[in-house]
């Protein structure tokens, strides 16, 4: 059974510090790992989408990096604004097309 | 491009009553998906469908029921609701496999 861990849990940085939000997986068999952003009573809007056969995606502010071997995903968030305060979701795709969610970082940018 | 719709958005149940979630793409993906969401957890997934007539069950699959009769709708009903039932559902569809995942806003639903 995938697991699928975020750390750290919470957040708290100055406006215009960069933002690095790690994610970690059991079973390296994964066929692609999606980082999404959810807002306060609000839906899970795509971020980046990373393939198993790539290493990184970027857009934007936004660059996600994947290291399959390893079981590791990192998204780093260059030059943090107060809109970018929200949770955001690491998503492991299985093999088997199941996608496994971890608990999310809630991040807060303070102005 | 409405993507993916849930209706309804917030619902108050009463114990043992039932309902269903509705949750309609207008993408045409083959994948579709229902999670719930309980307060500072991850997504759990309950049910998910590769296409028309196929289904399988997730990781919380129990005091659930879905269909999947076309491409686009994916409903999933509560029978006898529990308060453990309490929770944020959302719906999520695919066009294949490998692909991105769009969701729909939500459903927030009580049992009280």
């Known amino acids: 059974k995938q697991e699928v861990t975020q750390i750290p849990a919470a957040l708290s940085v100055p406006e215009g510090e960069n933002l690095v939000l790690n994610c970690s997986f059991t079973?390296?068999?994964?066929?692609?790992l999606q980082w999404f952003r959810q807002d306060p009573g609000k839906g899970l809007t795509s971020l980046l989408l990373i393939q198993s056969s790539q290493r990184e995606q970027t857009s934007g502010r936004l660059n996600a990096s994947l290291d399959k071997s390893s079981g590791r995903s990192t998204l780093y968030i260059a030059a943090s604004q107060p809109g970018d305060s929200a949770t955001y979701l690491c998503?492991?795709?299985?093999?088997?097309?199941?996608?496994?969610f971890g608990a999310g970082t809630t991040v807060t940018v303070r102005a | 491009n409405a993507g993916v719709t849930q209706t309804p958005k917030f619902r108050i149940l009463k114990i043992g009553q039932s309902m269903t979630l509705q949750c309609t793409q207008d993408m045409n993906h083959n994948y579709m998906y229902w999670y719930r969401q309980d307060p500072g957890m991850g997504l759990k997934l309950i049910y998910y469908?590769?296409?028309?007539?196929?289904?399988d069950k997730g990781e919380v699959p129990n005091g659930y029921n879905v269909s999947r009769s076309t491409t686009e709708d994916f409903p999933l009903r509560l029978e006898l609701a529990a308060p453990s039932q309490t929770s944020v559902y959302f719906c999520?569809?695919?066009?294949?496999?490998?692909?991105?995942?769009?969701f729909g806003s939500g459903t927030r639903l009580t049992v009280v």
């Open positions: 998503a492991v795709l299985s093999n088997d097309y199941k996608l496994s």
């Open positions: 079973d390296s068999a994964i066929y692609n």
């Open positions: 469908s590769v296409g028309a007539g196929i289904t």
């Open positions: 999520a569809s695919s066009d294949r496999g490998g692909g991105g995942y769009t």
